[in-house]
């Protein structure tokens, strides 16, 4: 059953989530959370940008969510993406389900992670602790 | 025809703007949006192939036809998480 998904500016209460995914029908609860890391090859980080084009990035989420739930046997599933101005630390991306046992708990949260990195329409941009911005575009 | 087409990211900022408006044929296709985008505004070159396209917020192929009504959109490949 898939229960929360949102593109949200206001911090993730990642800890709502977990217990929205926590059920007597499951025997394993795995949560992701994707933080802002101060480091990236040397290179200093202040804060991130994240920019969506919000309507599309939370119709691929539900669409990630849905798939998932036809690969595993999912008892629960809530996943949040946050945008707007994050600091060192912040959580910019949670996932949190359950599943019957632990493998198929790992390995969903896994796929979904990467399908939301592949496919959900959000970019983030850095702020260097040089004063520099840059737009993180893979492979262009 | 004139299609108006929103932009997002990098692309926003090289062409200094989150909407443009671009004219492409009549039974104009994606591909038709990605080539005027390039020549209207020739400073997205570098990002031009890599860019993707949606129509009516879903991805679309470079055959997919777009309509005036068609809510057309694109930006850089996504880097969220």
């Not at chain 1, 949560?31 to 119709?59: D, H, I, N």
């Not at chain 1, 994050?86 to 969903?108: C, D, F, Q």
């Not at chain 2, 005027?36 to 070159?45: F, I, K, N, S």
């Amino acid at each position: 059953m898939i229960s929360t998904i949102a593109i949200t500016t206001a911090p993730i209460n990642y800890q709502r989530l977990v217990e929205e995914v926590r059920t007597p029908a499951a025997g394993a609860v795995v949560l992701f959370l994707g933080t802002v890391r101060e480091l990236t090859a040397g290179k200093q980080t202040l804060s991130l940008v994240y920019e969506a084009y919000t309507e599309m990035a939370q119709k691929q989420m539900a669409a990630i969510a849905e798939e998932a739930a036809t690969r595993w046997p999912i008892a629960k599933l809530a996943a949040v993406h946050r945008i707007g101005p994050l600091g060192l630390g912040e959580v910019a991306v949670a996932v949190a389900l359950s599943t019957p046992h632990r493998a198929a708990a790992y390995e969903a949260n896994t796929w979904i992670m990467e399908a939301i990195k592949a496919r959900v329409p959000i970019w983030k941009q850095e702020h260097w602790a040089d004063g520099t911005t840059e737009w993180q575009h893979p492979s262009s | 025809m004139q299609v108006a087409v929103l932009l997002f990211a990098r692309l926003k900022e090289l062409v200094g703007s989150a909407a443009v408006t671009l004219t492409i044929p009549s039974a104009g296709t994606v591909a038709d949006i990605r080539a005027a985008l390039g020549d209207a505004y020739p400073q997205t070159q570098p990002l031009l192939a890599h860019l993707l396209i949606a129509v009516d917020k879903e991805y679309a192929a470079p055959d997919t036809r777009v309509l005036p009504t068609s809510e057309v959109v694109c930006f850089p490949p996504v880097s969220g998480g």
